[in-house]
């Protein structure tokens, strides 16, 4: 499984957008990104996934370069209910039920 | 979408009991599940795989006898703490894929905050 990294913690304004960048040097050809959402005494909740370039759903988008060894996750417009932890996994998807290992995350902030 | 549930959500129990944590999945089937426990402000650590019908998998580090898996059945996994301690205190959530779902995506449970006193 590749490893990821993030920062650890993010500060933004509401209605600020916010870019969350995880780097994954080692990610394997089959292997997908993707991001969870946790909110305290909560499970994680999936928020988006991707293999290349941009994928945009109602919620965020995520932005990968053509080496894939990085990942932006954007959230448009934060408000304070976006104050969350958010995880970057990467994985393969193509079949199997592959374990699911979680780094460490990074907390965001909203400020009012 | 894919629905896990978890239950209980919040658990407190006598030093030297038990305590059983189910998890379903509501609308889909799933033969494998995982189990997690998260220490405060920390990351959630993997701590065993339940297969359907086998013994589970565990992680380096989790005693598989504190910790009993069960997962009988399609949609039902259970951790079962076994003479808990105060150490134990955790929070414990499951997950599973849905297989053939679009995002491929794991669904997690709401969790189960465990406290031993």
């Known amino acids: 499984l590749a490893k990821t990294t993030q920062p650890i913690s993010m500060d933004s304004y509401e209605g600020q957008e916010v870019n969350i960048t995880c780097s994954h040097n080692n990610i394997a050809t089959n292997d997908y990104i993707t991001w969870y959402q946790q909110f305290p005494s909560q499970g994680p909740r999936f928020i988006i996934q991707?293999?290349?370039t941009k994928v945009t759903n109602e919620v965020a988008s995520l932005f990968i370069p053509a080496d894939r060894k990085s990942s932006t996750l954007s959230l448009p417009r934060v408000s304070l209910s976006d104050t969350a932890v958010y995880y970057c996994?990467?994985?393969?998807?193509?079949?199997?039920?592959?374990?699911?290992?979680f780094g460490i995350g990074t907390k965001l902030q909203v400020i009012p | 979408g894919a629905v896990v549930s978890q239950h209980p959500s919040r658990v407190i129990c006598k030093s030297g009991t038990s305590v059983k944590i189910e998890c379903r999945s509501l609308?889909?089937?799933?033969?494998?599940m995982f189990w997690y426990r998260q220490f405060p402000k920390k990351s959630l650590m993997l701590m065993a795989t339940?297969?359907?019908?086998?013994?589970?998998?565990?992680e380096q580090g989790v005693e598989k006898d504190k910790f009993l898996i069960n997962h009988a059945s399609l949609t039902l996994s259970t951790l079962t703490v076994t003479s808990a301690h105060p150490e134990d205190s955790s929070f414990y959530i499951c997950?599973?894929?849905?297989?053939?779902?679009?995002?491929?995506?794991?669904?997690f449970g709401s969790g189960t905050r465990l406290t031993v006193v």
């Open positions: 609308d889909f089937q799933a033969t494998t």
């Open positions: 991707g293999y290349k």
């Open positions: 996994l990467v994985g393969d998807r193509s079949g199997g039920y592959q374990k699911v290992t």
């Open positions: 997950s599973a894929r849905e297989q053939g779902a679009v995002n491929y995506g794991y669904t």
């Open positions: 339940s297969n359907e019908g086998s013994k589970a998998t565990y």
